[in-house]
C-alpha cells in the first residue's frame, strides 16, 4: 500500500491498511513460520526474506505513511538477523529502489495529475532513467539469498541510501566496505546541501497547496 498523500491528508483507514498491509503482512507470517523454521534449520538451513524498499533507508518525500512502514520493515530485518543466528537462520533485507512495475506507473500517473508533479519528482529522487527493471530485481534477490547477504540495494538511489544509512549493517565485501567510507563524508556533505533544497522545495510545495 503506497499513498501518495501527506499523513494529515490520509483518513484513518488508509493509515490502518498501510500498517496492516506493508509491515504487519509481515510480522504475522514470519511469526506463523519460526517455529518449524527453528526446528529444521539444523538440518535445513533457511532464509527469511523482506522484499522492502529503498524508502527503508530514506525518505521518499509524499509517501510518508509508505515510508514510515518500510522503515519499520527494516528494523524487524535488523533485530531478527541476530535473534536467529543462534538458529542457522538467515535474513535478507531487498531494497530495490524506482522498479518497473504497476505500482509505479500508478505513482506516476498520481505525480502527473499533481499540481506540484515537477518538485515532488525533485524531492523524491525520481528519475525514469534510474528505473530498475522487475527481472534485474528478481536476479539480484536470488543472489542475495544465495550468498547470505542480509542487505542488498538495487538502484542508484538505493546505493547512496546504503552508505548513509547503514549504520551496524555488516557490509558485503571488503571492496564494498572501502568504497562506502571513501564515499561516506563526501556524501555527507552533500546531504546537507541537499537538505536546504528539500527544505526550500517542500515549502514552496506547501505555498502552492494553500
Known sequence: VCPLQYLDDCDVKTLDEACRTN????????????????????VHPSSIVFMSSAASLATIYGFTMYTATKHAQ????ESLRLELVPHNIRVNLICPAYTETPLLSWAEDEFESNSSAGVMRTLALYNRKWVTSSDEVATRTLAA???GTFLTTIGFQGFLAAILSRGSIPPDSVFTL????LLLV??????????????????QVSYEKI
Do not use: N
Open 23 to 42: 509491515f504487519m503482512g509481515c510480522v504475522y507470517p514470519v511469526h506463523a513460520a519460526l517455529p518449524l523454521m527453528k526446528q529444521r534449520s539444523d
Open 74 to 77: 527494516r528494523g524487524l530485518a
Open 145 to 147: 539469498i544465495k550468498k
Open 178 to 181: 572501502i568504497i562506502e567510507c
Open 186 to 203: 563526501p556524501l555527507r556533505l552533500l546531504t546537507i546541501i541537499y537538505d536546504r533544497l528539500w527544505i526550500s522545495k517542500a515549502m
